[in-house]
């Protein structure tokens, strides 16, 4: 059986608003960040060693979701989640498409994110283009 990991909270290792943040897993009492390819499918699941880092996780509960996940657990060959958390706690947590249609219909607050979003996005899609183009 493939192990699920449960989607539990964020991580902004920045710890600034306006800023893309992690999706943080549980499994078997540690936590997890995603390891994604560039078609956006999750290849691993990478333990958080650092304590800096798992006392500044914010649990999903603490989150005022944007478009709620539907879904709680997560394994490898899934689509991979991306966030966002803005200066009024709301965070956007989803998947490449739904980040796609957050930045074609959002102009953000935020100078940094408002270039850094879309440049994102685009490159991201680029990278998409040429593994298609490669035959992978």
Known sequence: MEEEFKLVGILNK???LNEFVYPVYEY????YLQSSDTLNTIESFEVIVSEIF???IKPLEE????NPCNKTTFKIGD???YGIE????????GTFEELKQLVST??????YLDIEAPY?????EEQILELKKAGN
């Not at 078997?28 to 936590?31: G, I, R, V």
């Not at 989150?63 to 944007?66: D, E, H, P, R």
């Not at 803005?86 to 947590?93: A, E, I, T």
């Open 14 to 16: 920045l710890d600034v």
């Open 28 to 31: 078997e009492n540690k936590y």
């Open 54 to 56: 798992t006392k500044s």
């Open 63 to 66: 989150c005022k979701l944007v």
């Open 79 to 81: 689509e991979a989640l």
């Open 86 to 93: 803005f200066p009024d706690s709301k965070v956007f947590l």
């Open 106 to 111: 959002t102009k953000f607050d935020d100078d």
């Open 120 to 124: 994102f996005v685009k490159t991201t």
